[in-house]
């Protein structure tokens, strides 16, 4: 438990003592309070739509939806095993959220049920059956503990919220004892094990429904005051990080996974308590409101939320990247209702432009097919507002050290970077899914240029040779599906996973130990305006196969062109390779199951273009130098391989790796060792960017990967008149023929960037 103690959820929550009764308070003090509470959870459901559920598209669906109702209602015939034919108990999914749709039915406009008893009577009927022949309290949680604790109970409690009037007191109170039975307030005393993170969160929505269906503040209080450890930025495990990680299950950067769960529950949670004794104060609000732009909008791009923030579910389902952006900007526009409105402003227009920006899954149809009438209601309202503009793809850097991914953005093309480290793990695998992702955290490099919108999206998981990842360095020794411990508790030795950034520009680097192998490789990225720059060096391995470097896999059969040292592959972009192994090519059709790495009862296939680098087998100090030139014509590929000059490369060893760009003014080296490189020497492992500016000044942005070092001594050799601006870290800087900067405590950054202002003679 971190800095949150029992005793002090006992006191916030209303509760004396371990094990004492929360009282219930029906009337009185707290009666209107609840039914504040009880308008808001409907009105979740129900504001939205209230005012166009007469009009299309909402009108059919509505009118579906009752449709459908009707059918559950009247098709009920209640057993020992089953609330309906065909779904036999336990049924954790299938049962609760037929009845929970049963209950939408009866509280939205327009179904053609809004309001009738009968419907309302079969729902608790319903919930009171299953309540008896399986969530009943005293039942031995059998299987999956999530069934148990939130998915079931949120599905119940919410469906017996809107049709509250029509519960018995006797079937109300069998489902707070169920509920009692397997979410008793002390799963919220430690913030620990499987109450963290997004889990806490739903944990806390559960209580606070319960907490509705038996008019008990105590648990109320218990409810809000349980989500402290979720509103302030953690440093380890599970959680929101200042740098705009979110991480959960310890290992697993996981903002389009259950950090969706995390921002949709909280959103609801700051609007149903608005107003009422259990609010959330805006500045707990902070944390929460500041990840919108620094830990999703980074992963988000023309609406999609990229896959290496998508944990194991990343081949759930075809084009499940844009469902994930779906879902994170419906939990942006629900929570922009409540916030400041400075953040609505923006959080409007950036949705807005994802939604204008997203043509190969369009959010407003995607919406209206899922059936996601409130976010429909609410982004269609916000395009169709004049007053807000659709805010643009923003250019630049955000590197995400605590998570050990990067994005790149720049005119026409974006880039992502997937690593794994000694804090986060190669990949994660559980209940059956992502089995073969086990390199995904060996600097795979995803990358979009105009058009490319579902190129990770459309069968690719299920299709995509998984030893051939883009961007990659791996032994091909053969892996068993699930390869090492389940929940992404795969993280490698390698400390120095990170880099540093400019915002504009970045020096990313891996140190690399390979999954289940002896591979070891030391990685640079090198991010510019129209290039990325890859280094690879001191690539060694023991398994007695052979070592690949793949450029790319472009999931295409699109025309390649390969001439001496360079390629370029029609509609996506170009390769320049200026030395090295040979470039070797493969265009195949894959099959795959389904289109999903769930579904094993048909194939699809997808046509595959891989370039990739033969370091032969069991490799002693291996290099690869290579440009990817997202987005570029033939032509442009052509000029840059006829300018060996535009990228000097400074070094390329296991001790450093480091480029120089004239045009740019930029020099960029990765420290795995001190030492000299360039112009540019560090007494430490670091990251180090320097860039001259046009109007005489110049930036020098340093970072500490390892996350290690109390003291950092840098030397620019080139002459230096004075420091413009500094840094707080920044303890001394002499300036003259050639500059020398040292920084305190680099550690305490957390692999952050720091940087300071030049002025040049």
């Given amino acids: 438990m971190r800095g949150y103690t029992r005793r002090s959820l006992l006191l916030l929550g209303g509760v004396a003592a371990a094990g004492a009764v929360v009282p219930v308070a029906a009337t009185g003090l707290w009666g209107d309070a609840f039914d504040l509470l009880r308008r808001r959870w409907t009105a979740l459901t129900t504001d939205p739509v209230s005012g166009v559920a007469t009009l299309p598209p909402y009108r059919e669906r509505l009118a579906e939806l009752g449709r459908a109702a009707a059918r559950h209602r009247d098709t009920m015939a209640p057993d020992r095993a089953s609330l309906w034919p065909g779904l036999p108990y336990p049924s954790f999914t299938a049962t609760p959220e037929r009845l929970r749709a049963m209950a939408r039915a009866y509280v939205l406009p327009g179904t053609g049920l809004t309001g009738d008893p009968r419907l309302a009577s079969a729902v608790a009927e319903g919930i009171d059956h299953y309540r008896r022949h399986v969530y009943a309290a005293g039942a031995h949680p059998a299987g999956n503990w ?4 939130i998915g079931v109970p949120q599905a119940l409690l919410d469906a017996a919220a809107l049709i509250a009037p029509h519960l018995t007191a006797e079937q109300a109170g069998g489902l707070r004892d169920a509920v009692d039975h397997f979410v008793p307030p002390s799963r919220l005393y430690d913030y620990s094990g499987l109450s963290t993170g997004a889990n806490r969160v739903d944990l806390c929505t559960v209580m606070l429904l319960r907490a509705i269906l038996g008019a008990d503040p105590g648990r109320a209080a218990l409810a809000a005051s349980a989500l402290t450890p979720v509103l302030r930025y953690v440093e380890e495990g599970d959680g929101f990080y200042r740098d705009g990680s979110f991480i959960q299950h310890t290992y697993v950067p996981y903002q389009g996974g259950y950090g969706v769960v995390t921002l949709a ?13 259990w609010e959330i104060p805006e500045d707990r609000r902070r944390v929460v409101h500041d990840s919108v732009d620094r830990s999703f909008a980074p992963v988000i791009h023309d609406g999609f939320c990229m896959d290496l923030a998508g944990g194991r579910g990343i081949g759930r389902m075809s084009f499940g990247d844009h469902r994930r952006g779906r879902l994170i900007a419906a939990s942006i526009l629900l929570l922009a209702e409540t916030a ?36 429909h209601a609410r982004l269609a309202a916000v395009a169709a507002d004049e007053r807000i503009p659709a805010a643009p793809e923003p250019a630049g850097h955000r590197l995400l050290p605590m998570s050990a991914r990067a994005v790149h953005r720049a005119p026409g093309w974006c880039a992502g970077l997937s690593m794994a480290s000694y804090r986060i793990g190669h990949y994660e695998h559980g209940n059956g899914e992502n089995l073969r992702g086990w390199h995904t955290g060996s600097g795979m490099l995803y990358w979009w240029a105009e058009g ?7 069968g690719f998981w299920a299709t995509v040779d998984p030893y051939r990842l883009p961007g990659t360095t791996v032994s091909t020794k053969r892996l068993p599906d699930g390869a090492g411990p389940g929940w992404g508790d795969t993280c490698p030795p390698g400390r120095w996973v990170g880099g540093a950034t400019d915002g504009t520009y970045a020096a990313v680097g891996q140190h690399l130990n390979g999954l289940e192998s002896t591979l070891e490789a030391f990685k640079s990225w090198f991010f510019l305006d129209d290039a990325v720059v890859c280094l690879g060096a001191g690539i060694t391995a023991r398994d007695g196969v052979p070592v690949e470097t793949v450029v790319d896999n472009r999931r295409t059969g699109a025309p390649l062109t390969v001439e001496g040292a360079w390629a370029h592959l029609e509609g996506h972009g170009g390769y320049v390779l200026p030395g090295g192994p040979p470039l070797r090519t493969l265009q195949e059709r ?36 290579y440009l990817l030139l997202p987005g570029a014509t033939e032509e442009r590929t052509r000029a840059r391989a006829a300018d060996p000059g535009w990228a000097r490369v400074l070094a390329n060893t296991a001790r450093r790796q480091g480029v120089h760009v004239p045009s740019l003014g930029l020099i960029a080296v990765n420290f795995w060792n001190p030492g000299t490189a360039g112009p540019l020497t560090a007494s430490a492992p670091c990251a180090v960017l320097v860039r001259e500016l046009p109007d005489g000044t110049a930036t020098l942005t340093v970072a500490d990967p390892r996350c290690d070092l109390d003291e950092l001594t840098v030397t620019w050799h080139r002459p230096v008149a004075a420091l413009a601006h500094g840094h707080p870290l920044l303890s001394r800087a002499a300036t003259g023929p050639s500059l020398t900067a040292r920084f305190g405590r680099l550690a305490d950054r957390l692999g952050g960037s720091c940087t300071i202002t030049l002025r040049l003679t």
């Fill in 146 to 149: 999530w069934n148990w604790r």
């Fill in 452 to 458: 490319h919108g579902d190129h990770y999206s459309d």
């Fill in 265 to 277: 529950g909280l959103a609801a949670l700051f609007t149903v308590l608005r107003g009422t004794p």
């Fill in 340 to 375: 400041p409105e400075a953040d609505r402003t923006r959080w409007q227009a950036m949705v807005k432009g994802w939604a204008a920006r997203d043509t190969t899954r369009p959010m407003l149809g995607a919406a209206e097919i899922a059936g996601e009438l409130g976010f």
């Fill in 590 to 625: 894959r099959t795959g199951p389904g289109g999903t790495t769930r579904d094993y009862t048909s194939t699809t296939a997808r046509d595959y273009t891989t370039l990739w680098l033969d370091h032969g087998t069991d490799p002693r100090e291996a290099s690869y130098v």
